[in-house]
Every structure is written in structure tokens, then in C-alpha cells.
């Protein structure tokens, strides 16, 4: 089955959106440093962005957690697939996610990390598809609220392709 992307928010788009957010972010965090936690994979492109635009001091740690298998629905079973390297206690975190959707992932994820006693905890999506919610997670920071279309780019991908697109598109198959 062949898949064509058209084109849902251009580069420009996304990089302006990106350069707002870390805008604010800079100045909601005046004083302090950000501890940012990226989700891997898809998280990556945003972060590293992102991180380019924030001013105050900043620290990175990474972590993995499974919930999509090729399929472009949720199974629903959320896995720790590579933890963080460092401990999170008594930093100001922000969570860095490229997309929510149902919310399990991150449901799960932030209840985890909240158990780690960081002094605060906010979370940070490029894309939201409020659509699809099946669990409620209080999302900080939102790059671009999207409809519920399976899309890719920006470090989203279908069946681990199209990471690496400059833009967001949405995937159709014909
Ligand atoms: P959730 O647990 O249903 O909120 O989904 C979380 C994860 O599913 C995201 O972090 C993505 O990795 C993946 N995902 C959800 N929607 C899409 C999409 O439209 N394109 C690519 N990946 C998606
Ligand atoms: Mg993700």
C-alpha cells in the first residue's frame, strides 16, 4: 500500500510556532533551570528546537517508552523501553513529547516521573489532537491543536519513515 503526505503546517510554520514557545517557556521559567526530558523518538527534532530557544539555563535526559507498534492506532500498553540517566528529584522538568494523543503514554509517564519528587513537573507537545483524548493530561504547552489525522514529520513517524520531514503532513493511503 502506498502512502502519500500532504502537507498540514510548512516549516515555517512549525520553526515560528517553536520560536513563541520556547519565547514563553524562557520567560515562565525566569530564575531557574529547565530539566528537559525528551520522549524518544519523536520527541527529538522538537527538543532539540526547542532548546535552541530557550534563554534560561537548560539540562536534557532522554527516555523511551513503547505504545505503537507499526499499527497507527494506540494498543494501549505503554512499556519503559530506556529510562533516564539521571534523577529527576528537586528539578523543575519539563516533559517534551511530539504529539498527544489518546494520553495513555503520557498519563502513565507523568505519573511515573511525579513519583520521583522533581519540584515541578509541566509537559510541552508540539501537536495535540484533542479528538482522540481517552485520558485527561494537563498539556502546558501546545504547539498546534490537529485533527484527528494520522500525520508525520518533525520526528513523527509511520512505521519508523518520515521522521525526518522538515514539516507536518498527514499520511493517506491509496
Ligand atoms: P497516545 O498514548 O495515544 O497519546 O499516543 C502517544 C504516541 O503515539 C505519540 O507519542 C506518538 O509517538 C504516537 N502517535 C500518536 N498519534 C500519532 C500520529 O498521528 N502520527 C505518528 N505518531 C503518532
Ligand atoms: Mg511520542
Keep these: 500500500m502506498a502512502e502519500k503526505i500532504n502537507v498540514l503546517l510548512s516549516e515555517e510554520e512549525v520553526d515560528a510556532r517553536i520560536k513563541a514557545i520556547g ?3 524562557s520567560k515562565d521559567y525566569e530564575g531557574k533551570q529547565i530539566h528537559l526530558i525528551c520522549v524518544l523518538k519523536g520527541g ?8 535552541k530557544r530557550i534563554t534560561v539555563p537548560v539540562s536534557m535526559d532522554f527516555m523511551a517508552v ?9 494498543s494501549g500498553v505503554v512499556k519503559i523501553v530506556k529510562d ?7 528539578k523543575d522538568v519539563l516533559v517534551v513529547e511530539d504529539i498527544v494523543d489518546s494520553g495513555r503514554t ?12 522533581p519540584a515541578s ?8 489532537k484533542p479528538d482522540r483524548r481517552i485520558i485527561d493530561v494537563p498539556v502546558d504547552y501546545t504547539g498546534f491543536q490537529i485533527p ?4 508525520v514529520g518533525y520526528g513523527l513517524d509511520y512505521d519508523q519513515r518520515y521522521r ?11
Design 121 to 128: 513537573m509541566k509537559l510541552c507537545t508540539l501537536l495535540d
Design 148 to 151: 484527528d489525522e494520522f500525520v
Design 23 to 25: 519565547e514563553q517557556i
Design 84 to 90: 533516564l540517566d539521571e534523577a529527576i528529584q528537586g
Design 164 to 174: 525526518n520531514l522538515p514539516y507536518i503532513g498527514i499520511v493517506s493511503f491509496e
Design 66 to 74: 513503547s505504545s505503537y507498534g507499526s499499527d497507527t492506532k494506540s
Design 106 to 117: 503520557l498519563s502513565y509517564l507523568l505519573e511515573m516521573l511525579r513519583d520521583r519528587k
Design 44 to 51: 527529538t527534532f522538537f527538543m532539540c528546537e526547542l532548546a
